[in-house]
T-cell receptor, first 116, second 113 residues
Framework: DAGVIQSPRHEVTEMGQEVTLRCKPISGHDYLFWYRQTMMRGLELLIYFNNNVPIDDSGMPEDRFSAKMPNASFSTLKIQPSEPRDSAVYFC??????????????FGQGTRLTVV | GENVGLHLPTLSVQEGDNSIINCAYSNSASDYFIWYKQESGKGPQFIIDIRSNMDKRQGQRVTVLLNKTVKHLSLQIAATQPGDSAVYFCAESRYNQGGKLIFGQGTELSVKP
């Protein structure tokens, strides 16, 4: 398996524009997570899905952020309109639930977003 | 801006020495704890985890210690190598959350050859 695949790797956009980040989880994984990383706040969980259903979106900063998972192999994180403070590295991760055992989350390479 | 304010704690060690990276956690209800390694330009990578009912777990060149009394976690790396240079994060999680991670601040490990 190629691991978690994110696109694009880098995105530079102007303030006010819509940004869409994409993620392909590892095949067979039933959990998908979106994290954001900044120097100020570290790694923060934005939202996670189980079997394509959003379970916890309490980390989504505001209504400008939305995430979807239309099927088991694809998810998007959308920011509309984007603002300079949204500049960060956004990571997607996936995991497979193994009963009561630990569930290792595998991370993608991230999308570095710069809003100017 | 993104780079203003927070500076990661830094640990600098000589190649071949042992490294100890520490972490304090907050949630007594967490079921397990994980250490992740993040190299520049990459996503975090799993190193080792430990269940809350254990106090020590060993892997290849790494050992994790858990002290629930003081909510403290440590990662020991034996015979540190230049390839170990990275930012190390501790994280906590619960079994019923499929791997949802709450990350600590991170420590930057720098290995001098």
């Amino acid at each position: 398996d190629a691991g978690v695949i994110q696109s694009p790797r880098h995105e530079v956009t102007e303030m006010g524009q819509e940004v869409t980040l994409r993620c392909k989880p590892i095949s067979g994984h039933d959990y998908l997570f979106w994290y954001r990383q900044t120097m100020m706040r570290g790694l923060e969980l934005l939202i996670y899905f189980n079997n394509n259903v959003p379970i916890d979106d309490s980390g989504m900063p505001e209504d400008r952020f939305s995430a979807k998972m239309p099927n088991a192999s694809f998810s998007t994180l959308k920011i509309q309109p984007s603002e300079p403070r949204d500049s960060a590295v956004y990571f997607c991760a996936s995991s497979s639930h193994r009963g009561s055992g630990n569930t290792e989350a595998f991370f993608g390479q991230g999308t570095r977003l710069t809003v100017v | 801006g993104e780079n203003v304010g927070l500076h990661l704690p830094t640990l600098s060690v000589q190649e071949g020495d042992n490294s100890i990276i520490n972490c304090a956690y907050s949630n007594s209800a967490s079921d397990y704890f994980i250490w992740y390694k993040q190299e520049s330009g990459k996503g975090p990578q799993f190193i080792i985890d430990i269940r809350s009912n254990m106090d020590k777990r060993q892997g290849q060149r790494v050992t994790v210690l858990l002290n629930k009394t003081v909510k403290h976690l440590s990662l020991q790396i034996a015979a540190t190598q230049p390839g170990d240079s990275a930012v190390y994060f501790c994280a906590e999680s619960r079994y019923n959350q499929g791997g949802k991670l709450i990350f600590g601040q991170g420590t930057e490990l720098s290995v001098k050859p």
